[in-house]
């Protein structure tokens, strides 16, 4: 029977060869290019950010990271990136919370809009990262050039390389990417074997990755405590606290679409985004200036002192940070969930760690960002894999594969982090 079957359905014909090496130079040049775009983006922000937060406080005799300088900051940057909705062409694109990793094409007029509102959220302070908008950049871009210049490659070979390069370049590694692409593969009707269908894609993606590891030399790894053989208690660390974590940021997704209505019941950009900066900077006030920004260099500064803070403490920058990540992508800055997730889920762990001495730092932090990404992303292979790297130990992944399966339970079928434009989360 099983060999009647098989017979029945015969394996997808291979792409001949003479198919896939036209697409290896558009994909390599499509990966640089997404790769520097990232990183131009992301180093002009950098540069705006030493201004604001170190330059301008010293010369007005201000601490830093005052309240009174975070209030004031905070909000100014919902101010001018309000400025730049209300009065920029193209209104720096669509409601950010109807928006995911997988972006539509948008028109060029968008863009210099959407990256100068992208720039000042980076600097600013608002807890979101710089994946959606970016990615959605990249893809106006690539698309506009590739249907200029190859006019006659298909038009959704354009997205799909645009969005693995800069999923590649934002994590240094081209695995994300193809994890992503396969992901999605799964749920389209595709002709061919898998790997012809990627082959492009990870190409792009190898090519934004080396690009970025070149030029900035990115590192995941928090430097946590080693990690030695997994135990029994640590499988039941990593099943409880994945599952908690999930849970928690099921909280925040929930509450999305009523946070959301009540800022857009203001109307209009120059309220919605002044007023959410006020309440971010008045979250900070709380949760202290960790909590600020996309989470990535905070995250490492937290997991570098395992035992520097107190359960009181990591429970404390974990509410602020989920709540800061609820308002700012409520209130319409431009900005991906994803950077400020792992913040969330790394401080989760260690407050564990903290509760529970016996949590190794390491199962804790790995366990915590892949239960908060589930449920913010719903993307179960970025969620592994990024739980995975910030350890770098080879023993954490069964764990993780593990507990990755009651956390799931969860959150599939439940509503998304993403809005519909009639305010309806997605499921």
């Given at each position: 029977m099983a060999q009647d079957t098989a017979q029945q359905a015969p394996a997808a014909p291979a792409t001949p060869a003479r198919a896939l090496l036209p697409l290896i130079l558009p994909a390599l040049v499509v990966g640089v290019g997404a790769s520097l775009i990232l990183l131009g983006v992301s180093a002009a922000a950098e540069a705006l950010q030493d201004v604001l937060w170190q330059n301008l406080?010293?010369?007005?005799?201000?601490g830093r990271y005052s309240v009174l300088w975070m209030l004031v900051m905070l909000t100014a940057t919902?101010?001018?990136?309000?400025?730049?909705?209300?009065?920029?062409?193209?209104?720096?694109?669509?409601?950010?919370?109807?928006?995911?990793?997988?972006?539509?094409?948008?028109?060029?007029?968008?863009?210099?809009?959407?990256?100068?509102?992208?720039?000042?959220?980076?600097?600013?302070?608002?807890?979101?990262?710089?994946?959606?908008?970016?990615?959605?950049?990249?893809?106006?871009?690539?698309?506009?050039?590739?249907?200029?210049?190859?006019?006659?490659?298909?038009?959704?070979?354009?997205?799909?390389?645009?969005?693995?390069?800069?999923?590649?370049?934002?994590?240094?590694?081209?695995?994300?990417?193809?994890?992503?692409?396969?992901?999605?593969?799964?749920?389209?009707?595709?002709?061919?074997?898998?790997?012809?269908?990627?082959?492009?894609?990870?190409?792009?993606?190898?090519?934004?990755?080396?690009?970025?590891?070149?030029?900035?030399?990115?590192?995941?790894?928090?430097?946590?405590?080693?990690?030695?053989?997994?135990?029994?208690?640590?499988?039941?660390?990593?099943?409880?606290?994945?599952?908690?974590?999930?849970?928690?940021?099921?909280?925040?997704?929930?509450?999305?679409?009523?946070?959301?209505?009540?800022?857009?019941?203001?109307?209009?950009?120059?309220?919605?985004?002044?007023?959410?900066?006020?309440?971010?900077?008045?979250?900070?006030?709380?949760?202290?200036?960790?909590?600020?920004?996309?989470?990535?260099?905070?995250?490492?500064?937290?997991?570098?002192?395992?035992?520097?803070?107190?359960?009181?403490?990591?429970?404390?920058?974990?509410?602020?940070?989920?709540?800061?990540l609820l308002v700012a992508a409520s209130c319409g800055f431009r900005g991906g969930r994803i950077f400020p997730a792992v913040f969330v889920g790394a401080a989760f762990g260690l407050c564990a760690h903290a509760l529970v001495s016996g949590v190794h730092p390491s199962v804790g932090v790995a366990a915590g960002v892949l239960g908060m990404l589930l449920a913010i992303t719903r993307q179960g292979w970025v969620s592994l894999f990024t739980a995975a790297v910030l350890v770098s130990s080879p023993a954490i992944i069964a764990l993780l594969c593990f507990a990755s399966l009651p956390a799931w339970l969860l959150v599939t079928g439940r509503p998304q982090m993403q809005l519909r434009d009639d305010g309806t989360p997605v499921r």
């Amino acid at each position: 029977m099983a060999q009647d079957t098989a017979q029945q359905a015969p394996a997808a014909p291979a792409t001949p060869a003479r198919a896939l090496l036209p697409l290896i130079l558009p994909a390599l040049v499509v990966g640089v290019g997404a790769s520097l775009i990232l990183l131009g983006v992301s180093a002009a922000a950098e540069a705006l950010q030493d201004v604001l937060w170190q330059n301008l406080p010293d010369a007005l005799g201000v601490g830093r990271y005052s309240v009174l300088w975070m209030l004031v900051m905070l909000t100014a940057t919902g101010v001018a990136v309000g400025l730049v909705v209300w009065k920029v062409p193209g209104h720096a694109g669509p409601d950010p919370a109807t928006m995911g990793l997988d972006a539509p094409v948008l028109p060029p007029v968008v863009l210099p809009g959407l990256v100068l509102a992208t720039a000042l959220m980076l600097a600013g302070g608002p807890s979101l990262g710089p994946e959606n908008p970016i990615i959605a950049v990249n893809v106006a871009i690539v698309f506009w050039l590739g249907r200029r210049f190859l006019p006659r490659a298909p038009g959704g070979l354009w997205p799909v390389l645009a969005e693995a390069a800069t999923i590649g370049a934002l994590f240094g590694t081209p695995v994300a990417a193809a994890l992503v692409i396969s992901e999605a593969l799964a749920g389209r009707q595709v002709t061919g074997a898998l790997w012809d269908n990627v082959f492009a894609p990870l190409m792009a993606a190898a090519a934004g990755a080396l690009t970025t590891t070149l030029v900035a030399h990115p590192s995941f790894d928090l430097h946590l405590p080693a990690f030695g053989r997994p135990g029994w208690g640590d499988l039941l660390a990593a099943l409880v606290i994945a599952s908690a974590a999930a849970v928690f940021g099921m909280c925040a997704v929930r509450a999305f679409p009523y946070v959301h209505g009540a800022f857009s019941r203001l109307r209009h950009p120059m309220l919605m985004l002044p007023v959410g900066g006020l309440v971010l900077g008045l979250l900070a006030a709380v949760g202290g200036h960790l909590t600020l920004f996309k989470g990535l260099e905070e995250v490492g500064e937290i997991a570098a002192d395992p035992d520097g803070w107190s359960a009181g403490e990591f429970a404390t920058m974990t509410a602020v940070k989920l709540a800061a990540l609820l308002v700012a992508a409520s209130c319409g800055f431009r900005g991906g969930r994803i950077f400020p997730a792992v913040f969330v889920g790394a401080a989760f762990g260690l407050c564990a760690h903290a509760l529970v001495s016996g949590v190794h730092p390491s199962v804790g932090v790995a366990a915590g960002v892949l239960g908060m990404l589930l449920a913010i992303t719903r993307q179960g292979w970025v969620s592994l894999f990024t739980a995975a790297v910030l350890v770098s130990s080879p023993a954490i992944i069964a764990l993780l594969c593990f507990a990755s399966l009651p956390a799931w339970l969860l959150v599939t079928g439940r509503p998304q982090m993403q809005l519909r434009d009639d305010g309806t989360p997605v499921r």
